[in-house]
């Protein structure tokens, strides 16, 4: 099973920017899906920003198309999320996560993972 490593979490005023690292141990095919989940307090977890390392359109959530951009660095294994032009309903736990998955599953937001990071904490205040 792969292992994940976030960082980059954060407090920030709204209108503001943070990156998100995930850092995946072992090797990543191209059968594999990695992306970023988040769950606000008394909310249900909802799937953010999804890609696939077989190649692809990137999936976003609708709340967060435009703003926020995932992307990838085969070289380190790691997977990216930048965050713009944030606002405070993007307040929530953010886990990394990864999958073997088909690319249309993958990028339908509705994959599910079977490793975890855990979690980075983003507060954007208003």
């Known amino acids: 099973q792969v292992q994940l490593v976030e960082s980059g979490g954060g407090s920030v005023q709204a209108g503001g920017s943070l990156r998100l690292s995930c850092a995946a141990s072992?090797?990543?095919?191209?059968?594999?899906?990695m992306g970023w989940f988040r769950r606000a307090p008394g909310q249900a977890r909802e799937a953010v920003a999804a890609i696939y390392f077989g190649g692809g359109s990137n999936y976003y959530a609708a709340s967060v198309k435009g703003r926020f951009t995932i992307s990838q660095d085969n070289a380190k294994n790691t997977v990216y999320l930048q965050m713009n032009s944030l606002k405070p309903e993007d307040t929530a736990m953010y886990y990394c996560a990864h999958a073997v998955s088909t690319r249309s599953y993958c990028l339908s937001g509705l994959w599910g993972p079977n490793s975890w990071g855990q979690g980075t904490q983003v507060t954007v205040s208003s």
């Open positions: 072992g090797s990543i095919y191209s059968n594999n899906c």
